[in-house]
Nanobody, 122 residues
Framework: QVQLVESGGGSVQAGGSLRLSCAASGRSFSSYVMGWFRQAPGKERAFVADISPSGGSARYTDSVEGRFTISRDNAKNTVSLQMNNLEAEDTALYYC???????????????WGQGTQVIVSS
């Protein structure tokens, strides 16, 4: 089992940056695909980015490509999401999640954090 705790959310003006972090506890962190999802009010939870267990491969949803960067440190059991040039549309509750296989849907992930709020004002 894996426990996930996100941090780093907050309020920022459009064009600003935030860095989200997710600390994992439990066994075999380096065996898991790690993903970030977000959920805006009234909308479904949506894929943002994921990273392979080794950290060698990452992918992003189109709307954040070139602005967000996902990374992981398997020695520290952490995964991060650097968010630059933030837009009002990025406002959401951001979740860290873990899966054994890569997936872009929430149902593909088994373990979830509690979420961290990001608010971007225009």
């Amino acid at each position: 089992q894996v426990q996930l705790v996100e941090s780093g959310g907050g309020s920022v003006q459009a064009g600003g940056s935030l860095r989200l972090s997710c600390a994992a506890s439990g066994r075999s962190f380096s065996s898991y695909v790690m993903g970030w999802f977000r959920q805006a009010p009234g909308k479904e939870r949506a894929f943002v980015a994921d990273i392979s267990p080794s950290g060698g491969s990452a992918r992003y949803t189109d709307s954040v490509e070139g602005r967000f960067t996902i990374s992981r440190d398997n020695a520290k059991n952490t995964v991060s999401l650097q968010m630059n040039n933030l837009e009002a549309e990025d406002t959401a509750l951001y979740y860290c999640a873990a899966a054994l296989l890569r997936a872009t849907t929430a149902r593909g992930y088994r373990y979830w954090g509690q979420g961290t709020q990001v608010i971007v004002s225009s």
